[in-house]
């Protein structure tokens, strides 16, 4: 798995640098990333589980994964709209974390585990996606309405 992850890593570099280089807006892209790495580095400083390189890199990444969705929300904020594809990525991404608080809560109560930083960052995540999910399901109950034809 860690190779099959690695390699959609790289292919996915691959597609943003090279092949979609031209769709990249440098105007519009306005967020200023140090407001989320700085507050990331700081946090995984002070809260981590044991304070050895490796756990305040891993510490890290798991702050930052939970505040990197705030650029494109804040994008989509911005434009105040979406392409479709660019929305229904969004929704799997935040249903993809939505299914890791299933598989916590699943760990809880057949492993009796659970790791706080984890617990508290994904829940961190899950807010930032709410906004996101409530627009994105009235869109489509929306889209849905406009489809149906009277019989």
């Not at 659970?114 to 009235?138: E, K």
Request: with cysteine; glycine share 4%.
């Amino acid at each position: 798995m860690k190779v099959l992850f690695i390699g959609a890593l790289y292919a996915t570099v691959y597609l943003l640098y090279f092949k979609f280089r031209g769709t990249y807006n440098r105007e519009e892209d306005t967020f200023r990333m140090e407001l989320l790495l700085l507050p990331c580095v700081v946090l995984s400083l002070l809260v981590n589980a044991e304070f050895t390189v490796l756990e305040v890199l891993w510490t890290f990444s798991i702050y930052l994964e939970s505040v990197a969705i705030l650029p494109q929300l804040f994008m989509l904020q911005k434009r105040g709209e979406a392409e479709t594809i660019t929305a229904h990525y969004l929704f799997f991404l935040g249903s993809y974390r939505g299914l890791y608080i299933i598989n916590w809560v699943y760990r809880y109560y057949t492993e009796a585990f659970y790791d706080p930083i984890v617990i508290v960052a994904g829940i961190v995540q899950t807010v930032l996606y709410a906004d996101f999910f409530y627009l994105y399901v009235t869109r489509v109950i929306k889209e849905h309405r406009k489809l149906e034809l009277p019989i």
